[in-house]
């Protein structure tokens, strides 16, 4: 299964931006934390249900697995995904623009 392309959801977005450091589970929520400026505080169930979905649709990978716990990283094809769902939302906030004047 592939990414189709859609819309990220904001939890898919903010996984794959602190992914662009590897990095694992309870690590990777501090990282998320940390992208979205404090933010966005992702819990467990939020976390691991989505990088499920993300590697069901290659947009991560796992680096390594010890058994206790797994690193992952973005692919390219995540990488990919990524910069297209930013220039989408870089196009939201200049079609908003209007909302200025």
Do not use: C, F, W
């Amino acid at each position: 299964m592939s990414y189709s392309g859609n819309p990220m959801t904001e939890a898919m977005y903010y996984i794959l931006l602190a992914l662009m450091n590897p990095n694992h589970g309870y690590q990777l929520m501090a990282a998320i934390e940390q992208v979205s400026n404090g933010r966005i505080k992702m819990g467990p169930g939020t976390l691991y249900g989505v990088l499920t979905r993300l590697q069901k649709d290659n947009l991560i990978e796992i680096l390594s697995d010890d058994g206790r716990r797994k690193t992952y990283a973005i692919t390219e094809e995540g990488r990919a995904a990524l910069k297209a769902d930013y220039e989408r939302l870089k196009d939201m906030i200049q079609d908003g623009r209007i909302l200025e004047g």
